[in-house]
């Protein structure tokens, strides 16, 4: 069937105008900088429209594509891939308000990665059971290509397969991506998902809220800062997410996987998503609640100010006299403050305090 039988059956199937078909498809033909082709763009406005196109059945077999080539609307695709992140069975809430249910991991061959979305019960068994897990190189069948955002989704539905291979396979990579440090958080990746490496300076225990629909939910924030540079950032966790960073100690070298940039205000934050993750890299020393050093402020430096995305702080260094012998300290925000306030020597008592690693030596941290 040529495109133009398909457009006039997509137009008489939807009760518009042939004229309405092919101008949305000019519009996704556009948004994709040209490099969707007509049969694709035309697939995306049936998929809008609610309508199937019906094609003949073909005899022809299924090659495997190399991610690299994946574009929007393709069909019956087949990938062969290492299953570099797991994020398992996922559970949502649907428009309607009933509960359902998907899985989801990411896939990377020689040429690029792609989010595979599972929404067959069977694979999604497969999954849940562990028959295939992360590391595992397997081979996709019969997937739907779509966007998600600035991203693009394989979806495999009742007609899909996946299988695992058995077998070595040095040329897949084991790894997808790098973790970004702090520092490497910028405006640009606004509405992308990464993975962050950091330092956890502070974390606040979940609590409940109501959304506007009157569901309930859960909320967690936490900042981290970068482990070489003067720069945080906060990390806002959602839901079930909330719970992830609970008994992580304060000093905690960590990588949180899978969260959104997201800009507020002209601030840069990290939400939470369905996949989110957090790995203890290094654990810190510092506590949540009840965790105290007492001593003496014998010193304090020449205070500075740091501009960082939570906006303009003053940053003091001082050395605390303990009965275990001198400490260098850091305090920030309204801390530092405090520290600056003191007439010397003062005693002090300093809660929730963490301890980081700078140029080999230890520093015991208080932030706001």
């Given at each position: 069937m040529g495109i133009d039988e398909k457009i006039r059956q997509v137009a008489e199937a939807a009760g518009v105008s042939e004229e309405e078909i092919r101008e949305r498809m000019r519009?996704?033909?556009?948004?994709?900088?040209?490099?969707?082709?007509?049969?694709?763009?035309?697939?995306?406005?049936?998929?809008?429209?609610?309508?199937?196109?019906?094609?003949?059945?073909?005899?022809?077999?299924?090659?495997?594509?190399?991610?690299?080539?994946?574009?929007?609307?393709?069909?019956?695709?087949?990938?062969?891939?290492?299953?570099?992140?797991?994020?398992?069975?996922?559970?949502?809430?649907?428009?309607?308000?009933?509960?359902?249910?998907?899985?989801?991991?990411?896939?990377?061959?020689?040429?690029?990665?792609?989010?595979?979305?599972?929404?067959?019960?069977?694979?999604?068994?497969?999954?849940?059971?562990?028959?295939?897990?992360?590391?595992?190189?397997?081979?996709?069948?019969?997937?739907?290509?779509?966007?998600?955002?600035?991203?693009?989704?394989?979806?495999?539905?009742?007609?899909?397969?996946?299988?695992?291979?058995?077998?070595?396979?040095?040329?897949?990579?084991?790894?997808?991506?790098?973790?970004?440090?702090?520092?490497?958080?910028?405006?640009?990746?606004?509405?992308?998902?990464?993975?962050?490496?950091?330092?956890?300076?502070?974390?606040?225990?979940?609590?409940?809220?109501?959304?506007?629909?009157?569901?309930?939910?859960?909320?967690?924030?936490?900042?981290l800062a970068d482990e070489k540079v003067d720069e945080d950032i906060r990390l806002v966790m959602w839901d079930d997410k909330s719970r992830l960073l609970e008994d992580v100690p304060l000093g905690s070298v960590v990588e949180v996987r899978s969260v959104r940039v997201a800009v507020r205000d002209e601030s840069i934050e990290l939400h939470s998503t369905p996949r989110t993750d957090v790995r203890v890299i290094q654990p810190g020393e510092g506590g949540r609640t009840a965790q105290e050093i007492e001593g003496n402020v014998i010193y304090v430096f020449e205070p500075s100010e740091t501009f960082s995305r939570a906006g303009r702080r003053t940053v003091v260094d001082f050395v605390l006299a303990t009965p275990d012998g001198p400490v260098l300290a850091r305090a920030w925000g309204a801390r530092a403050e405090e520290i600056l306030s003191i007439r010397l020597p003062a005693r002090v008592r300093l809660v929730n305090h963490f301890w980081t690693i700078r140029d080999g030596d230890s520093v015991l941290n208080v932030g706001d």
């Amino acid at each position: 069937m040529g495109i133009d039988e398909k457009i006039r059956q997509v137009a008489e199937a939807a009760g518009v105008s042939e004229e309405e078909i092919r101008e949305r498809m000019r519009r996704y033909v556009d948004e994709f900088r040209g490099l969707l082709k007509p049969d694709a763009a035309l697939i995306l406005v049936a998929t809008d429209l609610g309508v199937s196109i019906q094609e003949a059945p073909t005899e022809r077999p299924e090659s495997v594509l190399q991610i690299a080539s994946l574009f929007p609307g393709m069909s019956r695709v087949k990938l062969r891939g290492r299953i570099t992140r797991m994020h398992g069975v996922i559970e949502f809430t649907r428009r309607d308000g009933a509960p359902g249910e998907r899985a989801e991991f990411r896939l990377a061959d020689e040429t690029g990665v792609v989010l595979v979305v599972v929404w067959s019960k069977d694979l999604i068994e497969m999954i849940r059971s562990g028959e295939v897990r992360e590391g595992d190189v397997v081979e996709i069948s019969g997937g739907r290509v779509r966007p998600r955002g600035n991203m693009l989704t394989v979806h495999l539905d009742s007609r899909s397969t996946l299988r695992r291979l058995e077998g070595e396979f040095p040329e897949l990579p084991a790894e997808d991506v790098e973790p970004l440090s702090v520092a490497e958080i910028t405006e640009d990746l606004a509405g992308q998902e990464v993975d962050v490496r950091g330092v956890l300076t502070s974390a606040s225990a979940p609590r409940e809220f109501e959304r506007k629909d009157g569901r309930p939910g859960m909320i967690a924030s936490a900042v981290l800062a970068d482990e070489k540079v003067d720069e945080d950032i906060r990390l806002v966790m959602w839901d079930d997410k909330s719970r992830l960073l609970e008994d992580v100690p304060l000093g905690s070298v960590v990588e949180v996987r899978s969260v959104r940039v997201a800009v507020r205000d002209e601030s840069i934050e990290l939400h939470s998503t369905p996949r989110t993750d957090v790995r203890v890299i290094q654990p810190g020393e510092g506590g949540r609640t009840a965790q105290e050093i007492e001593g003496n402020v014998i010193y304090v430096f020449e205070p500075s100010e740091t501009f960082s995305r939570a906006g303009r702080r003053t940053v003091v260094d001082f050395v605390l006299a303990t009965p275990d012998g001198p400490v260098l300290a850091r305090a920030w925000g309204a801390r530092a403050e405090e520290i600056l306030s003191i007439r010397l020597p003062a005693r002090v008592r300093l809660v929730n305090h963490f301890w980081t690693i700078r140029d080999g030596d230890s520093v015991l941290n208080v932030g706001d």
